[in-house]
């Protein structure tokens, strides 16, 4: 039954990813990926052909911080939902089967990646280090593993609240890492290779230990759950609107000093966007993200006509972009309760001109 | 100050939740508005502060539609919704702030009565906190100090009681016993009979859309023809029988 559950969420999951890659990978996105991917790769094929045929002493210490920066690709995907906590209750004793299953793909989905992250260091391993094959291998295996302990230490802290410390987060995804491939790249790719198991097969005794004499932590993992999502969500978002993604408010009180005043009942709805706009980090961070832009390309570009152009397009980007402030309180009774007649909003729009230039 | 609902046919879509509904509510006076969930108390409100507009039937205050004079209309209004609805973006102060200006209230009285209010649901401490991070009866004491702040002739109060602790319940009572003393007219919708009973002198039983019945007490006493028969009993009486015939 878990395992139904299991493939059930996972199949919406992946629907959803499928839904909203149509969005991150629209034409635009491509075609600059393309020529990104395409520089990078000439930019590495002439950097392999400048090395010198004996190894430099830092190409032991890059391939190591590359490799530990892969490894913190791929997170633990439980796919767990705020409902369960009420509705997979009386579940609780099968829940290790649904976490078994997450722990599975999501280390397949890792292991993939790590795996072709690797395939391109191979031509740097080969120049660079002049590692023989069957050490490149051990050292894929290594990494492998690696990733491994990386997603058990989700399985352990998902029942035992003693496991979940920042020393042995760091241990598990930073410090061991950088230790074992250390040893791989300066003793014995061998060595590294037996020390990684040895940490494997200690968390996975730890783990089996740890489900048997704890329940599960359905908050922390919820927590941890809703913060990956959180992740994909506000990436997703840059491309696309994404509901979840509620943007946050901040106070700012250094701005409340300059924050219209009430003083008669026209000010009402100056007084609202006044505060949305600056409080609200949707529309905060957008109009300043878009006045830096602007701000930097017009520091860059010295034709005053160009300049005229560019700020007459970034002018009306930002209102463009502000547009839905005008809605912004239309779900809130009071602004329909309150005894007053909708303003228009353009004086506002008007103020925000006046303060960009 | 008199709300007269004459013949209200309404509802969300084309297809009528109200069915035909006409009551009164007049100054000095707390009517109760009582049903089952579903039953088109929430409905009826939101046709009441505007948010619906008819599909037959007319809702006046004084004599005043809300499409004649919208402003005349809701300045006379102070509303508590069921689900507390907060600015996001707005400390509490700013919501104070902003019901004082919207109601165009003189500003140092109104901050007297807000600062009791405040004291008396013990928020007085946290004007500078936004409310939409509070629990629900944080939120829920939020919107009754919003509302009773504004001294309006008629209050809708919507499910007031639920996430209120027992101390906030009863300041809350006296608070509409007070206003309703100053003259005040109050619809008031809800599940907790008991209190209903005690605090409003004036009844609507909603049933499937329709009104069941109106009334006093006594009224309603005499008509289920039991004097002994709390507004529990003679509200489950009713709907029985109306569920039983179907």
Known sequence: MMNKLWTKRLKKYQKLLLHYSRFVLNDHFVLALLFFVGGLGLGYSNFLRSLPSTSEWWSKPLMIVVLVIVLQFGSFISLLDEPDTIFLLPLESKMIIL??????????????????????????????????????????????????????????ISYAVNFDKWWIKVLCEIAGPILILIVALYGGVIWALLLTLFALFTLFTLAQRATVKNVLRWKRMLQIENQRMMTLYRFINLFTDVPQVKGKVHRFRLFDAYLPKMKTPKDVFKFLYWRALVRKGEYSSLYLRLTLLGVVVLIFVPNLILTMVLLALFLYLIGFQL??????????????????????????????????? | MTLKING??????????????????????????????????????????????????????????????????????????????????????????????????NKEKAWARARKLLKTFRLSNKLEWFPANFSKGMKQKVMIVCAFLTEADFYVIDEPFLGLDPLATRDLLNLIEKERKRGAAILMSTHVLSTAQEYCNYFVLLHQGKIRTQGTFEELRNSYQDQQASLTDIYLGLTQEVTDDE
């Open chain 1, 99 to 156: 976490l078994k299953q997450a722990f599975k793909h999501s280390y397949l989905i890792a292991a993939l990646f790590q795996s072709v992250c690797f395939l391109l260091a191979v031509p740097f391993l080969q120049k660079g280090l002049h590692l023989t094959g069957i050490e490149m291998l051990l050292l894929w295996l290594v990494q492998l593993l690696l990733k491994a302990v990386y997603l058990e230490r989700f399985l352990i």
């Open chain 1, 323 to 357: 547009l839905p402030l005008y809605n912004d309180h239309d779900d809130i009774v009071f602004t329909h309760i309150y005894p007053l007649k909708r303003l228009n909003v353009s004086p506002i729009l008007g103020g925000y001109c006046e303060f960009y230039y």
């Open chain 2, 8 to 105: 209200l046919v309404g509802g969300y879509s084309q297809v009528p939740v109200l069915k035909n509904i006409s009551f009164e509510v007049r100054a000095g006076q707390v009517v109760g508005l009582i049903g089952l969930n579903g039953a088109g108390k929430s409905t009826t409100i939101n046709h009441v502060i505007g948010l619906l507009t008819p599909q037959k039937g007319s809702i006046t205050i004084d004599g005043v539609t809300l499409l004649a004079s919208p402003e005349k209309y809701k300045s006379k209004m102070a509303y508590i919704p069921e689900i507390p609805v907060l600015y996001q973006e707005l400390t509490l102060k700013e919501h104070i702030e902003l019901t004082i200006m919207a109601y165009g209230m």
